[in-house]
């Protein structure tokens, strides 16, 4: 996939019109629409694993633990993660990079383990202790499903938009990160 806009322009041949490759970058329209067709069939997968009594997991510093007791989870908070200029770009964010960015989605994943590969096990994440918590897909206002093709679940990332309320999240777990030597 290309990282423009494909302009497929009409041509004419001996029985009619047909599509012409980009000019730009040589993909058929074929190519686009079995892109689409393929991303299409990983989101439907994913949708098909999203139950709504599923279980999803973010991880967040114990340091936020009293805050999220009292207000629960809210997007548009400070991250913990990629919350540099400089670590964005490492991680190849293609958002804007000034400081102060911030998501204005919370994240969660089907798994502890793969939530804590997409927050505390970052290089950006800071040391110390961090919690788990626990939700279900239903808890969530307007959930987002990012689908993977690299995972059997089919789920990369749930996201929302909205804030989850405390009376929706379990504390199900504590780790603590070592400082990198």
Not at 36 to 42: L, R, T
Not at 56 to 71: C, E, G
Not at 100 to 125: E, I, K, M, N, V
Request: aromatic share 10%; with cysteine; hydrophobic share 35%.
């Amino acid at each position: 996939m290309t990282a423009h806009d494909c302009m497929f322009p009409e041509i004419l041949v001996e029985y009619g019109e047909c599509l012409a490759p980009c000019a730009e970058c040589g993909e058929t329209p074929l190519d686009t629409f079995e892109l689409a067709i393929a991303q299409a069939e990983a989101a439907e997968d994913a949708l098909a694993q999203a139950t709504p009594e599923r279980h999803l997991f973010h991880w967040s510093p114990a340091t936020n633990r009293k805050q999220i007791v009292r207000y629960g989870l809210r997007p548009g908070r400070r991250p913990v993660t990629h919350s540099t200029a400089t670590d964005r770009l490492l991680a190849d964010f293609s958002e804007p990079t000034e400081q102060g960015w911030r998501a204005p989605y919370t994240c969660f994943a089907d798994s502890p383990s793969w939530a804590w590969a997409l927050s505390g096990d970052q290089r950006s994440a800071p040391p110390g202790w961090w919690d788990c918590w626990q939700t279900e897909l239903d808890r969530l206002e307007s959930p987002i499903i990012l689908p993977s093709t690299d995972r059997a679940t089919g789920i990369h990332e749930v996201r929302t938009e909205h804030r989850l309320f405390k009376r929706g999240l379990w504390l199900v777990g504590s780790r603590h990160k070592r400082t990198p030597r």
